[in-house]
């Protein structure tokens, strides 16, 4: 039985850990955090994504815990209506198969999906790797020197496998001149129920929505040049403070809620580019090998894809790994390619920098209500251009596209 150490508890690395089971092999997944990650943010989910959810059989779980979102509103500073589209038109072009949850609902579903037998190790990370001819020697900051036959990073946007096997983040990371923060609160008095609530002036865009259990979600997206971020959490609230200063809308009402957070999420919206995601026996997956950024919409979906497909080429390949991982890049390179360059054109829809472009911005999302347009606008962005092979996960799998 080969072993496998799966870096990060995420979106991609549970998925990969479920598969990888079910072909044969022993994953163990080490994860940064102390427990698995709360809150966050809502993601929006279908496509592809959606259909390994169902094949993990976790449907059921993801509609209970999701939200039917009936319409994206954009409100000006007095929460009046601009622009916006209900979004039975996301229905029309997935066939009903779009939900929006909180990503770390849909993190503790698939971590729940995985078998108990699976190793998890939290609160200790990789901090060096040496590749050997026969296995990957790994060291973890708690829990010493240790070898498996494969690594791979599912760690993130910011990956620690990527930077000690592949080099600087730097080398990789292309930053959208963008800007994100989330946090959630408790018992915030307005609600409008599934409605995604935007409010944006010149470079700065402030989303609420509601969640179940009376809390509501705050997500902010600014211009921000420079792609420097505070390291603390206090540092990164008065930097979110100074970039909404004057702002209006809700904004002095969500500042004082912004006071009572104590988990804020803080990050730049960047896209990773690498020619290879993989070297000898290690490789890497979702965020951390291709990242497409928060633009795209799909980043979780494309984690989960990444991750079924490679476990699905390893279990093909029966323990031929380098055929594995040529074949797991050769399937997926141009399908991730046309996802970023879709954010890519996309980014500046957030958050436009002008008035002029805010009033152009608000002009395409009036015209998503016309019949046809969003299918013409942004139809080729949702639909998912690649098969899933159907791959046989008994470790000798000969079968199929
Ligand atoms: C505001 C926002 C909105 C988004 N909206 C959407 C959306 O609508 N739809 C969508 O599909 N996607 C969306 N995304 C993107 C999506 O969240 C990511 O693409 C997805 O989470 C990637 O999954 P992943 O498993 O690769 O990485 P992650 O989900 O980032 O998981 C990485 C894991 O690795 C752990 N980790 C980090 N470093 C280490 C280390 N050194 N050692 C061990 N563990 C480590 C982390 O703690 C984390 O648990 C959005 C992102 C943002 C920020």
């Known amino acids: 039985m080969k072993t496998v150490l799966i870096s990060g508890a995420g979106i991609a690395g549970p998925t990969l850990a479920y598969w990888l089971e079910r072909a044969g092999y022993a994953p163990t997944l080490v994860e940064r955090a102390p427990a698995l990650r709360r809150g966050g943010y809502v993601i929006d989910f279908w496509g592809l994504g959606y259909d390994i959810a169902e094949r993990m059989g976790l449907l059921p779980a993801i509609d209970r815990a999701g939200y039917h979102v009936r319409e994206l509103r954009i409100v000006d500073d007095d929460g009046r209506r601009v622009a916006g589209f209900g979004t039975r038109v996301f229905d029309e072009l997935t066939g009903s198969r779009f939900i929006t949850l909180v990503r770390s609902d849909l993190s503790r579903l698939l971590y729940e999906a995985m078998s108990d037998s699976t190793e998890v190790i939290f609160d200790d990370e990789i901090v060096a790797l040496e590749e050997q001819t026969e296995h990957v020697e790994v060291h973890l900051r708690r829990g010493g020197a240790r070898c498996f036959d494969l690594v791979v990073g599912a760690d993130g946007l910011h990956s620690q496998v990527r930077r000690l096997a592949f080099g600087p983040q730097s080398a990789f990371e292309r930053h959208l001149g963008y800007g994100v923060a989330a946090f959630e609160v408790h018992g915030y008095d307005r609600r409008d129920e599934n409605t995604y609530l935007m409010h944006t002036e ?198 199929s596209t």
């Open 202 to 399: 010149p470079g700065r865009m402030i989303g609420r929505f509601a969640l179940h259990g009376g809390r509501t979600l705050f997500v902010f997206i600014f211009a921000d040049d420079a792609g420097r971020w505070p390291a603390t959490l206090a540092d990164q609230k008065s930097r979110l403070r100074d970039i909404y200063r004057g702002a209006r809308w809700e904004w002095p009402q969500i500042a004082d809620a912004l006071d009572c957070c104590d988990d804020l999420y803080f990050d730049r919206v960047s896209q990773i580019k690498m020619d290879r995601w993989s070297k000898g026996r290690i490789a890497l997956i979702g965020d951390a090998a291709f990242c497409v950024s928060l633009v795209a919409g799909q980043g979780s979906a494309l984690a989960m894809i990444s991750a079924y497909v490679l476990a699905g080429e390893l279990a093909r390949a029966a323990g031929r790994y380098r055929d594995a991982f040529n074949a797991y890049e050769a399937r997926l390179r141009s399908y991730i390619d046309a996802k970023q360059r879709g954010a890519e054109r996309f980014a500046a829809a957030f958050a436009p920098r002008t008035s002029y472009g805010l009033w152009f911005r608000n002009q395409v999302v009036r015209a998503f209500s016309w019949p046809g347009a969003a299918k013409l606008m942004v139809g080729r962005d949702i639909t998912d251009r690649l098969d899933l092979p159907d791959y046989r996960w008994d470790g000798c799998d000969t079968a």
